[in-house]
């Protein structure tokens, strides 16, 4: 499996931006699919999970009503339309994707994943 994320870049406080991640290998479908980010001097921290399906997504709290994560099985691409972002959300973003059965939960909870994306970095200014 080979991940591509895309779509970061340097927005203003309040602005919005869509993060994609292209999938190339076995059936997207079939995967569970994440956003992480790692800010500076810090560890990283899962965003956004989103289960094969698309019909089950949680959120890390600080971006609960703003961040939203979709997916497009028939693109095999996933996405995390990012709305009033803030200078705390500068970071450098990645996809991630879990094949096994409960990898909607390891990717949450253990912010473990089978594969991950190049990153793509997100700058905020106040």
């Known amino acids: 499996v080979q991940l591509q994320a895309s779509g970061g870049g340097s927005m203003q406080a309040g602005g919005s931006l869509r993060l994609s991640c292209a999938a190339s290998?076995?059936?997207?479908?079939?995967?569970?699919m994440g956003w992480f980010r790692q800010a500076p001097g810090k560890e990283r921290e899962v965003v956004a999970v989103?289960?094969?399906?698309?019909?089950?997504?949680v959120y890390l709290d600080s971006v609960k009503d703003r961040f939203t994560i979709s997916r497009d099985n028939a693109k095999n691409t996933a996405y995390l339309q990012m709305n009033s972002l803030k200078p705390e959300d500068t970071a450098v973003y990645y996809c991630?994707?879990?094949?096994?059965?409960?990898?909607?939960?390891?990717?949450?909870?253990?912010?473990?994943?089978?594969?991950w994306g190049q990153g793509t970095l997100v700058t905020v200014s106040s």
């Open positions: 290998g076995p059936p997207f479908s079939r995967y569970g």
């Open positions: 991630a994707a879990h094949l096994r059965s409960d990898g909607f939960t390891r990717l949450w909870r253990n912010n473990e994943a089978d594969y």
């Open positions: 989103i289960n094969w399906s698309g019909g089950m997504a």
